[in-house]
């Protein structure tokens, strides 16, 4: 999406309440066809994260901008760290994909594959990167903030262009890179479930449970140590070859 596009649609959205979806706007892809619909929806997320949708069925024009996903406004001050720059201190990765709803392939390999529903994924926020096909998961800490995002290809090929390695991740701020899923909006359940993959972490909190993606097999002392801060009881429900390097790492 150009500069000036996206401009134009926080301009729109500047006036839309935080959690509210207004419908009443021209779009500015189609500008509303022979008959200048206003068939223009924007919903605003949060002060910087905004979804929008054109329901002319001729256009369908949707997406997100903001600063969940990492888009050019929201990352330009947080470079991509470089071997050779600036070495151990943090430095994002922005995300500066565009993303529109799920499609169907996606919302197919979910519910087939892994029993999460098109409105689980809806809720969870996941969303698809248009030009690669891969899967958008916000990352974010156990108080519901976002840390930044994680994308991942379909185990069944798109045929669509893009990176082929399975998941990507793009940290936005500083501290434990984990991915904490509630099976409540408003705290950590008293047991708290450690699995590898956010998409097993997305299971357990729809489960009923709190789950933790280590965004691999890797946990930190750090990681360690604010899962304990939230809960005593922490399970670890991993891949059997990945049990014992977490539970080495995690001694050290």
């Known amino acids: 999406m150009n500069g000036t596009l996206q401009s134009e649609l926080r301009l729109l959205a500047r006036d839309v ?96 594959l892994y029993g999460i529903s098109g409105d ?53 701020v500083d501290g434990p890179w984990l991915a904490w899923f509630l099976e409540s909006q408003f705290s950590p359940s008293s047991t708290i479930v450690l699995v590898e993959d956010v998409i097993s972490a997305a299971k357990v909190a729809l489960a009923g449970h709190t789950g933790v993606s280590l965004m691999g097999s890797h946990l930190s002392l750090e990681g360690l140590e604010e899962t304990q801060e939230q809960a005593n009881n922490l399970v670890l429900a991993l891949d059997r070859d990945a049990t014992s390097k977490a539970l080495r790492l995690a001694s050290r």
């Open 17 to 112: 309440p935080i959690g509210a979806t207004e419908h009443r706007f021209a779009c500015p892809k189609c500008n509303g066809g022979r008959h200048s619909d206003r068939s223009f929806s924007i919903t605003r997320v949060d002060a910087t994260t905004i979804l929008y949708c054109c329901h002319r069925a001729t256009c369908g024009f949707d997406g997100c901008i903001g600063r969940a996903f990492g888009d050019f406004e929201c990352s330009e001050s947080i470079p991509h760290r470089t071997s050779d720059e600036n070495p151990g201190q943090f430095q994002g990765r922005p995300f500066r994909g565009d993303v529109q709803r799920l499609g169907g392939e996606w919302l197919s390999e979910l519910q087939q």
């Open 120 to 172: 689980d994924a809806s809720e969870l926020g996941w969303l698809e990167e248009i030009d690669s096909g891969r899967l958008v998961v916000p990352i974010r800490s156990p108080l519901g903030e976002t840390r930044g995002v994680q994308t991942r290809n379909r185990r069944r090929s798109s045929g669509k262009p893009g990176d082929i390695r399975k998941t990507l991740d793009y940290p936005q």
